[in-house]
């Protein structure tokens, strides 16, 4: 969502014959902007003259070259890639350093963005992805997640390693606006945490910061993370307040982070540095430092993950249900992937329309709804068992009849 008006600025200007500054403002990365050609311009143009400030953009349709070649609900697997920094928490002791580890798990996934200036599929009622993990220490990891709600949008997801005694339950619910010279991306949801080996910690419950796309019609084009987000576990009394800093107009600098990690009666330490790059916990007690992850140095130690071919899939997973438009957007064939993009809504807009004259009620196939929580229909094995890691492996991919 943000790169698509990062592009659609940089047309505009140098469509204007405004002067356009290519460079990244200074503390940031090059900017991920890409030039369009005439016809892709004059799209997004006549895009952008449509726009009112305070728009929901989810009701916008967006043209498919600013696509990412996969679904939001792959998308959202970017936030399972270092799991392993909670691997082991079990054997913790201390509830402080528990909590330490879940924070560091969350501050790094937000090193990971795609490449360029794209915006994933917005994904159709009752679509779901699912993967494997498979990881270093020969034990395995499971992901679903499915679009539960159309109208508003929402994605649950849920992530367990039995092996590795760790869980994640979360729903994602994001909503656009248009602001005018920018865009922002409310976060809403939350990420809850379990870890299984230590029973008695009940859950470590996660916020999420808002987007900002910056610069659209005019200035330095820049995206950023801003406002505040809570990691907390009510059972421990432990809280971590953490601030993504927005740049000031005349000062500060691009991608900053502080946080405050306290218990109900005294600090414990603080969060400082840059979540694309490095980031340090300095203990309030004795003033010691330790890294809390470093892009630069560990970004790219991400276990594999396994997806069946596309062949194998359901009609609605994610790769198969979008295989068309994904194979023409990979090919840069501009119109079939129109095409293709257009199938996929018309069929899901002429099943809500048969859905209403039937007065059939949708019913999610992996989550339900649970006192106000979207959890999955699986009971959580909470030992380490052969057998619990089949009961959540069959659970997710269960034998075709």
């Not at 694309?276 to 203990?283: Q, R």
Request: hydrophobic share 35%; aromatic share 10%; glycine share 8%.
């Amino acid at each position: 969502m943000m790169g698509l008006f990062s592009q659609a600025g940089s047309h505009i200007r140098r469509a204007r014959g405004l002067s356009v500054d290519d460079r990244a403002p200074e503390d940031t990365e090059p900017d991920d902007t890409s030039i369009l050609d005439e016809n892709e311009g004059s799209i997004i143009t006549s895009l952008i003259s449509q726009l009112r400030v305070g728009m929901d953009l989810s009701k916008v349709t967006f043209p498919t070259f600013v696509l990412e070649p996969r679904s939001m609900l792959e998308r959202i697997t970017d936030f399972m890639s270092h799991p392993d920094l909670i691997f082991g928490s079990e054997h913790c002791a201390d509830p402080e350093e528990r909590f330490i580890r879940v924070l560091q798990y969350y501050l790094a996934g937000w090193h990971i963005k795609p490449k360029g200036v794209k915006k994933p599929y917005n994904p159709v009622l009752g679509e779901f992805f699912r993967c494997r993990y498979d990881y270093s220490n020969g034990t395995q990891g499971f992901y679903v997640a499915e679009q539960v709600s159309h109208h508003p949008p929402i994605s649950a997801f849920f992530y367990i390693s039995p092996a590795n005694r760790l869980c994640i339950v979360g729903e994602l619910r994001p909503k656009s606006k248009f602001l005018g010279n920018s865009v922002s991306t409310t976060m809403e949801g939350e990420n809850r945490i379990t870890l299984l080996g230590t029973p008695d910690d009940g859950e470590y419950v996660v916020t999420m910061p808002n987007m900002y796309a910056r610069g659209i019609l005019f200035g330095k084009m820049v995206l950023e993370l801003g406002d505040t987000c809570v990691v907390k576990n009510e059972k421990h009394g432990l809280f971590c307040d953490l601030e993504f800093k927005t740049k000031g107009f005349f000062s500060g600098t691009y991608n900053a982070i502080s946080g405050r990690v306290r218990s109900r009666n005294s600090d414990i330490g603080e969060v400082s540095g840059k979540w694309s790059h490095a980031m340090d916990f300095k203990n309030a007690k004795n003033g010691s430092k330790r890294v809390m992850f470093d892009a630069t140095k560990d970004g790219q130690n991400v276990a594999p993950m396994y997806v069946k071919p596309e062949s194998e899939q359901e009609p609605y997973e994610s790769r198969n249900l979008w295989q068309n438009l994904t194979k023409a957007i990979r090919e840069k064939d501009m119109e079939a992937a129109t095409e293709a993009k257009s199938a996929v809504e018309d069929a899901q807009r002429e099943l809500r329309r048969r859905r209403e004259e039937s007065g059939e009620k949708f019913v999610p196939r992996f989550f339900e709804m649970r006192e106000g929580r979207w959890e999955p229909k699986l009971v959580i094995p909470r030992d380490s068992s052969d057998a619990a890691i089949q009961a959540v492996e069959s659970w997710i991919w269960p034998a075709r009849t």
